[in-house]
């Protein structure tokens, strides 16, 4: 059997439907093998850092476990996928990135010799420092270990990618797979961590404001499941973070708001007056915590539950915890459903005794909705709320970054059933729009929305070549600059502009025009109804006008001050009112009136 053949069906038999990429000479037995192969399809992206972000998407849409697919050449085209590999990886997101490699022969022999090959490198070394396994397959006997080792690492523990590096030779080969090494899994690890169960439980018996913050460990199917069971045995606020928006959706029964440095419904006030606080399956940030990490939920006993042991030195926690246990977060969430419910009723109080806690969360929540009454039918805000409402449940929503994912991660509201994500560790411009193809091809019957802006369309262009393929609509938030950017020089440039306005050297599309040139159907918000244009049965791409808005509201001004403490500020008083069980950090009473 010819190990392109056998790598690509090895592939297909994890579940994976479709390969990204471009096409080059060094991994033309791979292509073939692909376009042969009777369950499997390629797409072909207009650049291979595209394919990246389409496989990203595409596992991310899957949500079951199976990797994305990203085949590039060797030299820049492997180089190209760099940036994908990290989105992957910061996210954990399982994918597996082929790379041609030139023939074994022209590998250079040593460090010293920079190159050999025509477009040869060393993209192994490269990718490294963010992937689970990044090997350079030199013989076709150790194909099947390698293959198999990297199939296992990429949905293994802390999900993450892996790359393969194959020299056009390697492809090439013959191998009679049932004669080679094979890759033994080693024995599953298990956490004991009954104890810490024991101790939470006995905590919550004594918390009068408990709460629960969520992360993106706690992906896939089964394990919302497996939350969706714990939350309604603990009956507490659950808070999501960015990777968690469609764990915990607005209409979840425990929704208690949003949290970070750009807040969102509830203003963070629920996570910073808690007095007992779980995260699970969640990386504490600086987008979380704010800029004064030790002020982060600071009377609060801290649990924090991650199956990266790495995450859980106090050491190198923003805001150490008091509790750090290293599980699985389905099985920790499994387990801890499970004792609670033996318990007695009794014995850890009841929820009737926290109601009061649960109605303030909720006033909280709904009445510091970043969608304001103040706000006009034009301001972007009632836009993104205005999509919310009208997407179904079936929807999967890809946003990209900067000022236009937050404007959605503050006003969209997200639905039971809904697939609501970004690339939000690397967090590169231009994600969305390959994102959304990956993730149509996932399955082309549920509905796909891509909302990007004006500057992020301008990374990735060339993929709306792609896009005609399938049925995302994508929606541009164009404020004629790169918004985010905007905001950061005015709070810490004085509001000079450099490279991030037309003024400034920066050119962006006319979104419309830029559309019809790739023969995509264009609308314009100001001429047609949002619900007319989610009716369209092809792809298309709405310019959505929104001049030149960049007050992104509320959000930490400065990274100077607790992330309860937002701008616009709050009346000192009302702030005051609502820290229940925290005092406010010197300084208070003069924030935002110098």
């Known amino acids: 059997m010819k190990v392109s053949d056998y790598v690509i069906q090895r592939l297909a038999e994890t579940g994976i439907t479709r390969a990204f990429l471009v096409q080059g000479g060094a991994m033309n037995d791979l292509l073939y093998s692909v376009a042969d192969h009777p369950t499997m399809e390629y797409v072909c992206a207009g650049h291979e850092q595209g394919a990246g972000f389409m496989a990203e998407g595409y596992a991310k849409a899957r949500d079951d476990g199976t990797p994305g697919l990203a085949i590039a050449t060797s030299g820049p085209g492997a180089q190209n996928l760099l940036t994908a590999i990290a989105n992957c990886y910061y996210d954990s997101v399982p994918c597996v990135f082929l790379t041609g490699q030139v023939g074994t022969k022209f590998l250079r022999p040593n460090r010293q010799i920079r190159q050999v090959g025509f477009q040869e490198c060393d993209v192994v070394s490269m990718a490294r420092p963010v992937t689970k396994s990044a090997v350079l397959v030199r013989a076709p006997a150790d194909l099947r270990y390698e293959l198999e080792r990297a199939l296992w690492l990429c949905r293994e523990g802390r999900p993450g990618p892996v790359l393969l590096d194959l020299p056009v030779d390697v492809q090439q080969a013959e191998v009679l797979p049932d004669a080679q090494v094979r890759f033994i899994t080693p024995s599953a690890y298990r956490s004991l961590y009954g104890a810490e169960i024991d101790r939470f439980l006995d905590d919550l018996a004594r918390a009068s404001r408990p709460a629960l913050l969520i992360g993106g460990g706690v992906r896939g199917k089964r394990a919302r499941d497996t939350f969706d069971l714990l939350a309604e045995a603990l009956r507490v606020p659950c808070f999501p973070t960015w990777n968690a928006l469609d764990v915990v959706p607005s209409d979840h029964p425990w929704y208690g708001g949003r949290v970070g440095t750009y807040g969102g419904p509830g203003r ?21 915590t704010g800029g004064r990490p030790e002020t982060f939920a600071r009377e609060a006993r801290r649990y924090c539950v991650d199956v990266d042991e790495g995450l859980l030195d106090p050491r190198t926690q923003p805001q150490p915890f008091h509790v750090n246990v290293h599980a699985d977060a389905v099985e920790f969430m499994r387990e801890l459903e499970a004792v609670h419910r033996r318990r007695e009723i009794g014995q850890i109080g009841t929820f009737g005794e926290r109601s009061a806690w649960w109605d303030q969360v909720c006033e909280w929540r709904d009445r510091y909705d970043p969608v304001r009454p103040e706000h006009g039918a034009d301001h972007p805000y009632r836009f993104v709320r205005e999509l919310s409402k009208l997407l179904p449940a079936a ?62 369309l301008s990374i990735n262009v060339q993929e709306l070549a792609a896009l005609r393929r399938t049925t995302v609509k994508v929606f541009v938030l164009n404020n004629h600059c790169y918004g985010i950017t905007r905001a950061f020089q005015e709070t810490h440039n004085a509001g000079r502009a450099e490279a991030s306005t037309p003024g400034s050297g920066v050119w962006l599309p006319q979104v419309e025009d830029l559309a019809r040139t790739y023969g995509i159907d264009s609308f314009n918000n100001k001429r047609w109804h949002l619900p007319a244009m989610l009716e369209h049965t092809g792809p298309f791409v709405c310019d959505v006008d929104i001049g030149e808005f960049h007050a992104y509201a509320p959000r930490i001004f400065g990274w100077d001050t607790p992330i309860e403490d937002m701008h616009p500020y709050l009346p000192r008083d009302e702030l005051r009112a609502n820290l229940i069980g925290v005092e406010p950090l010197p300084g208070w009473e003069t924030q935002g009136t110098m």
Do not use: E, H
């Not at 699970?280 to 987008?287: F, N, V, W």
């Open 395 to 456: 929807a999967v929503i890809v946003t990209d970054c900067g000022g236009n994912v937050v404007m959605m991660n503050q006003a969209f509201q997200t639905k039971t059933g809904q697939r609501y994500f970004s690339s939000n560790g690397n967090s590169p411009m231009g994600f969305a729009l390959a994102g959304a193809i990956g993730a149509w091809y996932a399955d082309p019957t549920r509905p796909v929305i891509c909302v990007i802006g004006d500057g992020g």
């Open 268 to 288: 963070n006030f629920g996570v910073q007056s808690s007095d007992l606080l779980l995260a699970i399956g969640c990386r504490l940030s600086g987008r979380i």
